[in-house]
């Protein structure tokens, strides 16, 4: 759009009707920004989240010795995906880890040549690679929300051998996976956010999840028969629900948006105004200097070429910039006086100081 605005500019200069020519405005970046506003407090440019979550089971043939399970989850999320004020919508990964407590210690002899004893016991936790989608109604600091989840939770159990006393020789304890099973869950959750400021906002949540069959270890009718284990596993449906309380962190900012009194609903860059530039002559029969707008081919209002003697100075307007920028006006006109007419050129790219006139603007132009 610039390149057709600067091209109509410079046909409507050749065709000498520069008293036609409007005020032309360049800009340096056509497209849109979003504008925020006191009821839009989604994250534009994605979140982290970090979870504590206390876990129930829900079926009886979930709870052994551990009734209730804890862990934690770190979550990564989009931007923004929903245009529509205040909504937000978001998609992203979800990792965590849950322990399901551990079995009871039964005394073991260890293999070695002195004959040291030991515990040993067995342990359950979980893995989860969730794709989480989040949706938020945003208009308050107070933000309610719902989400969808779906992935695999892998189950293990590990076995944990422990010398009572240190081992000279050898590690003193050891941890070997004894079981592995895969449930691939889906699940639903609802909560509130309070953004505490443009940064962080804190999160609380409830999650209801359920599963695919799996086989899991009961970690209380397992036995060991010496470094031996015994296992007992049993098929489950998992379906639990998990109380949730994190940190939610803001991945962008919101420097570049206007503010939410503004008139606008749209910010752009800042741009320029291009004027005419115009020369002074001196008029004898009012025995004043006059100003009019200059012509591309160097020639006065009626047409008649003016010699080089006869320009007094080339002063284009300064720009008019309706932002602050420290961009320099690449659109100041190129046609200054040749040198030796009296008068020192502008330095290109910048516009005369307002109310204050070149050197030798009081004398008259030699003849």
């Known amino acids: 759009m610039s390149i057709i605005t600067i091209i109509t500019t410079s046909a409507l200069l050749i065709a000498g009707t520069p008293s036609q020519l409007p005020n032309t405005k360049l800009l340096t970046d056509s497209i849109a920004k979003p504008t925020v506003k006191q009821d839009d407090y989604t994250f534009r440019d994605g979140f982290i989240g970090i979870h504590f979550a206390s876990q129930h089971a829900l079926s009886s043939s979930l709870k052994d010795s551990n009734r209730c399970n804890a862990g934690f989850n770190l979550q990564l999320m989009s931007r923004n995906l929903l245009p529509a004020s205040p909504f937000g919508g978001y998609v992203g990964f979800d990792w965590g880890m849950q322990f399901y407590g551990k079995g009871n210690k039964t005394n073991v002899q260890l293999n070695t040549n002195s004959g040291d004893s030991g515990w040993t016991r067995l342990s359950t936790f979980s893995m989860d690679f969730f794709a989480r989608g989040h949706i938020e109604y945003a208009r308050y600091k107070l933000i309610p929300y719902v989400n969808f989840f779906a992935g695999p939770r892998f189950y293990s159990t590990n076995q944990k051998v422990q010398s009572y006393i240190p081992l ?53 009718k397992s036995t060991f028969n010496g470094l031996s284990y015994n296992l007992v596993k049993k098929s489950v449906t998992p379906e639990y629900y998990q109380v949730k309380f994190g940190i939610l962190f803001n991945l962008g900012d919101d420097e570049n948006y206007e503010p939410a009194n503004t008139t606008q609903t749209t910010y752009r860059e800042p741009y320029y105004i291009y004027t005419q530039p115009t020369y002074q002559y001196f008029d004898s029969s009012t025995n004043s200097w006059k100003e009019t707008p200059m012509c591309p081919c160097n020639c006065d209002s009626s047409g008649k070429k003016i010699s080089p003697t ?58």
């Open 168 to 220: 000279a020789n050898t590690e003193s304890s050891d941890l070997i996976n004894a079981a592995t099973s895969m449930s691939f869950m889906t699940g639903a959750g609802a909560g509130l956010r309070w953004r505490v400021s443009d940064a962080v906002s804190l999160d609380a949540r409830f999650d209801w999840m359920s599963g695919s069959n799996a086989k899991i270890v009961d970690l209380d």
């Open 310 to 367: 006869n320009i007094r100075r080339v002063t284009p307007k300064a720009p008019i910039r309706k932002y602050e920028s420290s961009e320099e006006n690449e659109t100041q006109p190129q046609n200054r006086p040749p040198a030796g007419s009296g008068s020192s050129p502008v330095p290109a790219g910048k516009g005369a100081f307002p109310g204050i006139k070149p050197a030798g603007s009081g004398g008259k132009a030699k003849s």
